[in-house]
């Protein structure tokens, strides 16, 4: 994928003070209601959760905010009709702390409201999270990993206030769960490129398993997961250790220009088919190389799902490669 510098401006009807609150969030502000208190009162509460997608039926399409649509006919298409045979959707670009507090993390110039036809608020962006939400979509928000998540302080708050990483576990938490009301988050894991993962980064990995995924409280209504590729050695460290894996619910592989099966196999040798998917791309996959991704199923087991990166560059091309899984 891509690393993108944003803004996000929340629009004044929010009143969200949920993550403003975050600055200092410690041990004993974590058990504090008011810093987790859902203020967002002028959007809709999304509908009652369904149950989670089971593999192979886990079919993600990313919806990269400045894409640039390439179908027959090219359409700009906005949320809620870019991809309707998905089922889970993931937020490209932005940052949920951004959204939750814009008053620290934000500006009037926000990436994600100039380059979109569609959203030029943040309160029409969540408008449409609620009408995916309301179909039974869930709606995940994507979050870049970072050199810092190698150090003892993975987050530094806007008053520079360093953070553990259980502490930016809870703050993350705190704006995707308590006030943004999404289903989950999405790791990009590619920004150490040829640096490792140490054991600080698989604390942090394992801390988000705390709220989200499998093993955490809301194991039922939320996804955890992660793109990994070869190309990034970070992605080792989740994708090759059963340890760690344990915590998301699958990975997904965004290695699109490489071999389907040499990469689906790099991860399901060690975690398993059923934590492990392959993402593909308009810009490196065929349709026909995709649709036969998607269609694939390993000998004697069952893949994740897959995955469609920039799915609103073509909503033909990412309806066909979802309607292929089996």
Same mark, same amino acid.
């Given at each position: ?17 949920? &993550? /403003? ?17 859902? +203020? ?13 997608? +089971? ?8 919806? $990269? ?17 870019? $991809? ?21 993390? *934000? /500006? ?21 999270? #609620?009408?995916?939400? $309301? %179909? !039974? ?28 990483? =259980? ?7 705190? &704006?995707?769960?308590? /006030? ?14 040829? +640096? ?5 980064? +698989? ?5 988000? *398993? /705390? ?9 039922? =209504?939320?996804?955890?997961?992660? $793109?990994?590729?070869? !190309? ?30 040499? #990469?689906?196999? %790099?991860?399901?040798?060690?975690? *398993? ?5 392959? !993402? ?12 036969? @991704? ?9 893949? @994740? ?5 920039? !799915? ?10 979802? %309607?292929?899984? %089996?």
């Amino acid at each position: 994928m891509k690393k993108q510098h944003y803004a996000l401006a929340l629009v004044a009807i929010m009143g969200i003070t949920a &993550c /403003s609150k975050m600055s200092n969030f410690n041990d004993t502000q974590k058990n504090d209601p008011s810093t987790t208190a859902v +203020t967002a009162t002028a959007l809709v509460h999304p509908a009652a959760a369904l149950a989670l997608p +089971t593999p192979p039926n886990n079919k993600i399409a990313y919806y $990269a905010f400045d894409a640039t649509p390439t179908g027959s006919p090219v359409v700009n298409l906005p949320l809620t009709n870019f $991809a309707n045979a998905a089922n889970e959707v993931v937020l490209f670009e932005g940052t949920a702390w951004e959204m939750a507090d814009s008053v620290h993390y *934000g /500006s009037s110039s926000a990436y994600i409201l100039t380059v979109n036809p569609h959203y030029h608020s943040y309160h029409s962006i969540i408008a449409d999270v #609620r009408t995916l939400q $309301a %179909r !039974g979509v869930k709606v995940l928000m994507n979050v870049d990993d970072a050199t810092s998540w190698n150090t003892t302080t993975p987050f530094t708050t806007w008053n520079g206030t360093g953070l553990t990483y =259980t502490q930016f576990a809870a703050f993350v938490k705190a &704006c995707v769960i308590d /006030s943004l009301h999404f289903d989950g988050i999405a790791l990009d894991v590619e920004h150490l490129g040829s +640096t490792p993962a140490n054991t600080n980064y +698989t604390n942090l990995i394992k801390a988000f *398993g /705390s709220y989200f995924g499998p093993l955490s409280a809301n194991s039922t =209504t939320t996804v955890y997961t992660a $793109a990994i590729y070869d !190309g990034a050695q970070a992605g080792f460290a989740i994708g090759q250790s059963t340890s760690v894996a344990k915590y998301l619910n699958f990975v997904e592989d965004q290695g699109y220009f490489e071999n389907n099966t040499t #990469r689906f196999n %790099r991860w399901a040798t060690h975690i *398993g088919d059923s934590k492990t998917m392959i !993402g593909v791309s308009k810009q490196y996959n065929s349709l026909s190389n995709a649709t036969t @991704a998607a269609a694939f199923e390993p000998t004697g087991g069952t893949k @994740a799902g897959i995955m469609v990166f920039a !799915g609103n560059v073509d909503s033909s091309y990412t309806n066909t490669i979802f %309607r292929a899984v %089996r």
